[in-house]
């Protein structure tokens, strides 16, 4: 190889020079840069994680303390006061499925919503009507700050 330089003309050396760093800097620029990038999006995203993390962990002591504002009061069925409740709160459309278990449960599928909106709303239940969430799975549904999310409620 070094043979086959040397015997190029002063000319062709110096493109081939050239070249063979216009590959080298494409290469860096092609996949160093990306990792790059996919580095910031993934530490990005580990702080917003964090930031919902603590705001959840520095409200659930202040809603446990609260405790149930009301109770059902009303004396609706479960089942009617999370669809009502959702449906006021601009979830209804959401609201996937929603199917009883037990006496006083009742298990909940949202597609899309809000993530902010469905923590209001369950912060709603739990204050003005002892609704507590007994097992929760939530998922991203691909775009920012919308979710999946299946709920097991239970009244207070």
Same mark, same amino acid.
């Not at 507590?132 to 979710?147: K, M, N, Q, R």
């Given at each position: 190889?070094?043979?086959?330089?040397?015997?190029?003309?002063?000319?062709?050396?110096?493109?081939?020079?050239?070249?063979?760093?216009?590959?080298?800097?494409?290469?860096?620029?092609?996949?160093?840069?990306?990792?790059?990038?996919?580095?910031?999006?993934?530490?990005?995203?580990?702080?917003?994680?964090?930031?919902?993390?603590?705001?959840?962990?520095?409200?659930?002591?202040?809603?446990?303390?609260?405790?149930?504002?009301?109770?059902?009061?009303?004396?609706?069925?479960?089942?009617?006061?999370?669809?009502?409740? %959702?449906?006021?709160? &601009?979830?209804?459309?959401?609201? /996937?499925?929603?199917?009883?278990? =037990? *006496?006083? #449960? +009742?298990?909940?599928?949202?597609?899309?919503?809000?993530?902010?909106?469905?923590?209001?709303?369950?912060?709603?239940? %739990?204050?003005?009507? &002892?609704?507590?969430?007994?097992? /929760?799975?939530?998922?991203?549904? =691909? *775009?920012? #700050? +919308?979710?999946?999310?299946?709920?097991?409620?239970?009244?207070?």
């Amino acid at each position: 190889m070094r043979a086959w330089y040397q015997n190029l003309s002063e000319r062709d050396r110096r493109i081939v020079t050239i070249g063979g760093i216009v590959v080298i800097v494409l290469v860096i620029l092609g996949t160093v840069l990306p990792l790059n990038r996919s580095i910031a999006q993934a530490r990005q995203r580990v702080t917003t994680k964090q930031a919902d993390l603590a705001f959840i962990q520095n409200a659930a002591p202040q809603l446990a303390a609260a405790g149930p504002a009301g109770g059902m009061a009303t004396g609706e069925s479960l089942i009617v006061l999370v669809d009502s409740s %959702a449906r006021e709160s &601009g979830l209804g459309k959401a609201l /996937a499925s929603s199917q009883p278990t =037990g *006496e006083r #449960g +009742l298990r909940v599928r949202f597609e899309r919503v809000a993530f902010d909106g469905l923590v209001a709303w369950l912060a709603r239940l %739990a204050q003005n009507h &002892g609704v507590s969430v007994e097992s /929760a799975e939530i998922e991203s549904a =691909g *775009e920012a #700050g +919308l979710v999946n999310a299946g709920l097991v409620l239970r009244a207070g």
